[in-house]
């Protein structure tokens, strides 16, 4: 059965469509049809979108848990908890972030979300992002010390073997003995590299580069910084084109300044706001746990023992609102950085990450405020605001 959205301002890549409306038939976008035309369309279902903006769900490739949950746990009821979440913050696709434990933990982890289910009216698990542990131990940042390791290319055969498809992105420092072998063997098996944690200068990451890493996670935090003697990882990160680089934008990760340059440099079609949320994420302030390392929220700052910044309680309809409003990016470009972008960094946007004809039927509604409305998967309304 069709179904028509109309009476929306729909967000697509590139403009803001005012007097237009979606047809959805079998869970996907079969139309995007001017309102004045809707009558050639003999559909029963319609749904008035009371004027409010129709965009694509948002997709946040570096997140590690939410609601007292995280994804090192993987359970299906943590699975299950974590995106009832997401769907309520207009997440519908993510991938779930491992983040530098024992071997057996990482592996453990990695098991349950593939043997894990998704659920027709949550946000879907899309694959595995792998943050460690190959990693300089002098970027480390809330990564656990004791688990950190020199890259080991065995370990990684293992992995893919384990994870099948749905290992999608591996973050490491390229800079590590043995690095480039591995970048080389994840690029030749259509994984996503990313450079993270790392204490490479510009050369070292350039080589990584050349290699095969296409993305920067968390851009800014975890590398070495930018100096006019020795750009680092950040320089050779916004200067080249073939990099993605992610942005944690909740104006405590990131000064708006550095937000700034970073979208002065790489445009709005490099840039993925990403939440690295961690299981504090919708809940009060308190003690919470990271990769087993205790964690203390106060003002919705998680910090470490040390002091260090440990993930954020961030979501991505809160970035693409702070985008919109602390640096007046026009809305359709603030919503790019939260769905198709992430999506083409990841090789993903055949299917999801924007409205546009063929693809998946993953939908929000929000009004001025970004405040998410309702919530479509496969063209299904799974959310609605109470």
């Known amino acids: 059965?069709?179904?028509?959205?109309?009476?929306?301002?729909?967000?697509?890549?590139?403009?803001?469509?005012?007097?237009?409306?979606?047809?959805?038939?079998?869970?996907?976008?079969?139309?995007?049809?001017?309102?004045?035309d809707i009558d050639i369309y003999d559909i029963k279902n319609i749904i008035d979108g009371d004027g409010q903006y129709l965009a694509p769900g948002f997709v946040?490739?570096?997140?590690?848990?939410?609601?007292?949950?995280?994804?090192?746990?993987?359970t299906e009821e943590a699975l299950d908890e974590m995106g009832r979440y997401h769907i309520s913050k207009g997440i519908t696709s993510y991938l779930g972030t491992?983040?530098?434990?024992?071997?057996?933990?990482?592996?453990?982890a990695a098991e349950n979300i593939v043997k894990y289910k998704n659920k027709e009216?949550?946000?879907?698990?899309?694959?595995?992002?792998?943050?460690?542990?190959?990693?300089?131990?002098?970027?480390?940042?809330?990564?656990?010390?004791?688990?950190?390791?020199?890259?080991?290319?065995?370990?990684?055969?293992r992995l893919l073997e384990l994870t099948s498809n749905n290992l999608k992105m591996v973050s490491l420092a390229p800079e590590l003995e043995g690095a480039i072998d591995i970048i080389r063997l994840l690029k030749d098996n259509n994984i996503v590299v990313s450079i993270a944690?790392?204490?490479?200068?510009?050369?070292?990451?350039?080589?990584?580069?050349?290699?095969?890493?296409?993305?920067?996670?968390?851009?800014?935090?975890?590398?070495?910084?930018?100096?006019?003697?020795?750009?680092?990882?950040?320089?050779?990160?916004?200067?080249d084109d073939r990099v993605y680089c992610e942005i944690i934008y909740d104006r405590f990760h990131l000064h708006d300044i550095a937000v700034k340059i970073a979208l002065d440099m790489k445009g709005y079609d490099k840039i993925v706001l990403i939440s690295d949320a961690m299981m504090a994420a919708g809940l009060e302030e308190g003690e919470y746990l990271l990769g087993g390392q205790k964690v203390f929220v106060?003002?919705?700052?998680?910090?470490?023992?040390?002091?260090?910044?440990?993930g954020s309680t961030l979501n991505l309809q809160k970035a693409v609102y702070n985008m919109v409003n602390y640096l007046q990016v026009p809305i359709h470009e603030a919503v790019k950085m939260a769905s198709l972008n992430p999506s083409r960094s990841i090789n993903m946007?055949?299917?999801?990450?924007?409205?546009?004809?063929?693809?998946?039927?993953?939908?929000?509604?929000?009004?001025?405020?970004?405040?998410?409305k309702d919530v479509y998967l496969g063209g299904k309304l799974v959310w609605k605001e109470n």
Request: net charge negative.
């Open 349 to 372: 946007d055949k299917d999801i990450g924007s409205i546009e004809r063929g693809k998946k039927a993953d939908l929000i509604l929000f009004d001025e405020e970004i405040n998410i």
């Open 298 to 310: 106060k003002d919705g700052k998680p910090r470490l023992e040390t002091g260090g910044i440990a």
């Open 121 to 157: 009216d949550i946000a879907e698990i899309i694959g595995i992002h792998l943050e460690g542990p190959f990693f300089n131990t002098s970027k480390k940042g809330a990564q656990p010390d004791k688990y950190i390791k020199l890259p080991d290319k065995e370990y990684i055969k």
């Open 98 to 108: 491992i983040i530098t434990s024992s071997y057996e933990d990482m592996e453990k």
């Open 1 to 36: 059965m069709k179904t028509l959205i109309k009476n929306v301002r729909i967000i697509t890549p590139n403009e803001v469509l005012d007097n237009f409306g979606i047809v959805i038939e079998e869970g996907k976008i079969e139309d995007i049809v001017c309102e004045d």
């Open 60 to 74: 946040d490739i570096h997140n590690h848990g939410n609601s007292g949950f995280d994804i090192m746990d993987s």
């Open 197 to 239: 944690h790392s204490d490479a200068n510009y050369n070292e990451a350039k080589k990584g580069i050349e290699n095969g890493i296409t993305v920067a996670t968390h851009l800014y935090n975890g590398m070495k910084g930018f100096s006019h003697r020795e750009p680092g990882a950040v320089g050779a990160a916004l200067t």
